[in-house]
């Protein structure tokens, strides 16, 4: 097997700021795996809560080049996941890369496309979010008015302006809302104020109202939610979620984060036995990894999978969008496109 990569500078349309950060574009790095004259494709996306780095995902990424030329089957994907993931500590994002780009390639030579992999019914796919990032009244409101396609809003507060943002976005829509406080909030019973307020603006859950190592907070504030509160920052990999019980009423799955769909489909079967709602979301990524992630999405509660859409420069096609829903390809692996 043959392991190559690239960085890519993705541009965003529009700064994109959430609680402490903001952001012009993401450098992501593209892997592509070649077996039997197939070629499949990944996607790392280093985030910003990650500890990890670009060069951190090239640099592994080329230690692994000998490594993958000596894998002459795909029989066994975990196999060589399990590898991937033991040859270095952390790099969930460069992991994820690999990860993707595996299961497009077995597809591929399987025939059979991504999502029947994972035993998903692409007629389960729930509604995807469209995300709102914190700006000027104004910006907001146009933000929102491009949002034609989308019939989920998902916005970022987490600061000093939060119901001034909601009211820029009720003075142009009344779609049903999901909130992301990115940790942003620090009292908790401020949090839990806020919460209440929000479900009277027609709010359907909250992620990751406080920081995420102050679990008896984030937990009191659960308990006394009118609303879902789901973990983000708290949950990023399998051994994560046994932790989120009694804490949150459910977690978020990222492929740059947990390394991608074999083990987010693990999480995700792991928090259901435990009760918990599942959530699938993305970092700053294109149609590679949402592709990779939505292979998975029709067996979640909620999605929320549209950074492609934030793009201005995506390499690939954005994914098919029917009435707000991702449409999933019948082409074997992810059904992925360049333009």
Known sequence: MKLSFEKFELKKKYPFTISGHTMLSQTVIYVTLEHGGYTGTGEASPGYYFNETVDDVINFYTSLVPDFEKFESLDNRQAIMDFVDQKRPGLTAAKGGIDIALNDLYGKMSGVPCYK??????????????????????????????????????????????????EAIRAESNQPLTVDANQGWTDRQEALDMIHWLKEQGTIFIEQPMPADRRDDNAWVTEHSPLPVVADEAVQRLADVEKAKGAYHGINIKMSKCTGMLEGHKILQKARSLGLKVMIGCMGESSVAILGAAAIAPLCDWVDLDSSWLMANNPYEDPMLKDGRIILSDEPGLGLRKK
Do not use: C, H, W, Y
């Not at 019914?121 to 933000?143: H, L, Q």
């Open 117 to 166: 992999l994972f035993g998903a019914n692409p007629a389960t796919m729930p509604i995807t979010s469209f995300t709102i990032g914190m700006d000027e009244p104004a910006m907001i409101r146009k933000k929102v008015r491009e949002a034609t396609n989308f019939k989920l809003l998902k916005i970022k507060l987490g600061g000093e302006r939060d119901r001034e943002i909601i």
